[in-house]
């Protein structure tokens, strides 16, 4: 039986820079040549402008499948930003599994590294400025092409063209689509049992595993 894996197309970084108004963002993020350092809160050279919102334990990495950037391309014809990897912020342009695929708990080496799934993004209005439009958080929203962050679990170094390779399985009935579906989506509210299930689910990230328990009162 063949390992599922992921091919790493970029791996990317970026510093706050000012983004709209006195707001400052990291979204802009730009690949990497060569090896990067990954540490316990994410890629070396890589920060966060909103510490609240972003960035820690459970947010060190952000993975963006690069399969969705055609179908994206589809709705917003030559946008600058599909062109190269980076348009939704993320430090890991991959390709070969989505959201679909991706399980809560889920372990993948990145190069020395180890690195587990901790939940989806929730997108925020940053992407709808950034692409200069009012539909891309809702569109997220609808289809649950949010993106997977990460928890590291051992550091090590990773770079461009290697693979992630899955190594742990241990949730395989709850994937990132079917999490956010629950949690983001709406869809708490036609499976109440499985949103109580995911107030109690230590693997997940404590920030939904709190979300979870809200929408289950």
């Known amino acids: 039986m063949t390992t599922p894996f992921m091919s790493v197309e970029a791996l990317l970084v970026g ?23 990954i540490a316990w ?5 890589d920060a966060v402008a909103d510490r609240i919102h972003h960035g820690g334990w459970d947010k060190a ?3 963006y499948p690069q399969d969705h950037y055609g179908w ?3 709705r917003r014809p030559g946008d600058p930003l599909l062109a190269a990897p980076g348009a939704f912020g993320e430090n890991v342009a991959s390709r070969g599994m989505t959201e679909e695929d991706i399980c809560l708990g889920d372990r993948f080496s990145l190069g020395t590294a180890i690195v587990e799934v901790s939940h989806g993004r929730q997108p925020c209005w940053k992407l709808d400025h950034r692409f200069g439009g009012r539909d891309v958080m809702a569109t997220i929203i ?3 092409r ?4 990460f928890r590291v679990v051992r550091e090590g170094e990773a770079q461009a063209g290697g693979r992630m390779e899955l190594l742990e399985r241990p949730l395989p009935d709850w994937s990132v689509a079917r999490l956010f579906r629950l949690l983001i989506g709406g869809g708490h509210r036609h499976d109440p049992d499985a949103v109580r299930q995911l107030a109690d689910m230590k693997l997940l ?8 328990r809200k929408l289950s009162i």
């Open 61 to 63: 990495i952000h993975l």
């Open 146 to 149: 949010c993106g997977v962050y």
């Open 15 to 37: 510093m706050p820079r000012p983004f709209r108004g006195k707001d400052h963002s990291a979204i802009a993020k730009q690949p990497v040549a060569g090896p990067v350092r």
């Open 41 to 45: 809160d994410g890629f070396a050279g």
């Open 142 to 144: 609808k289809t649950a």
């Open 72 to 74: 994206w391309l589809d």
């Open 205 to 212: 990230a404590e920030i939904w595993r709190d979300r979870a």
